[in-house]
């Protein structure tokens, strides 16, 4: 009885993580380029505006590229699995940054701002189900994750997150994403337009990510280097 049990309990937990990889299919398909807004406000409702363009290829590739404000414009960001770099114009080579550092400042870091698949860096360890949505508990795959743990409130209707709850590997919640505004933005990609995040160490900010555009496209590999970090405008033409 004990071995069925355990047997169950796999194969169930084998269902999550391809839960989990239709959630990220839902978000943003495989090969894509999008365009997103990120605003941080501050306590006294001050804001600043970011608009960024970003091209992703399969589950460890992202390039961004800083529209605006003038004074980010042609900054660029690399991530390659946990690595990530960043470039400015006419100070020389790219920089590596962080995942739990924000080049933007506010509450959002660059692991948010560059968000890969999150099946590339989190197993399902456990999971629960209402009659409209599913809770699922993620453990980082390895130490250079962003965070340690994830608790996923996913709409069983749309399949993607309604809430993320992020933990550090001590047990303290380090941020809350919200998920809302659900919009179809292609063929296929119907997903939540704005995500709101806030965080017990930022008391009284908040910073809000807006998508504009997520549209399927194909990338060579090439686009993905350090050497072509500089180029990513050329990727939107």
Do not use: H
Not at 27 to 55: M, W
Not at 59 to 74: D, N, Q, R, T, Y
């Amino acid at each position: 009885m004990k071995n069925l049990l355990v047997l169950l309990a796999t194969l169930s937990l084998l269902g999550a993580n391809d839960l989990l990889e239709k959630i990220d299919r839902n978000l943003q398909p495989t090969s894509s380029e999008s365009y997103k807004k990120l605003v941080n406000i501050e306590p006294d409702g001050s804001k600043k505006t970011f608009l960024l363009y970003q091209a992703k290829k399969g589950k460890e590739k992202m390039v961004s590229l800083f529209l605006e404000p003038e004074s980010e414009k042609g900054r660029a960001t690399l991530r390659l699995g946990d690595n990530m770099w960043l470039y400015i114009p006419n100070v020389g080579k790219p920089i590596r940054i962080a995942s739990m550092q924000s080049v933007v400042g506010g509450v959002f870091n660059n692991s948010d701002i560059m968000r890969l698949d999150f099946s590339a860096e989190y197993k399902v360890t456990g999971q629960k189900e209402s009659s409209s949505e599913y809770t699922l508990t993620l453990k980082a795959k390895n130490d250079s994750v962003a965070y340690d743990k994830l608790i996923m409130t996913v709409d069983k209707k749309s399949v993607t997150p309604k809430k993320v709850v992020c933990y550090a590997s001590t047990g303290m919640v380090i941020k809350t994403l919200t998920y809302k505004n659900i919009k179809k933005f292609a063929p296929g990609i119907v997903r939540p337009a704005v995500v709101e995040t806030v965080s017990p160490f930022y008391k009284g900010y908040k910073s809000i990510m807006v998508y504009g555009k997520i549209t399927p496209k194909s990338f060579a590999n090439e686009v993905f280097t350090l050497d072509n970090i500089s180029q990513v405008g050329t990727l939107r033409r």
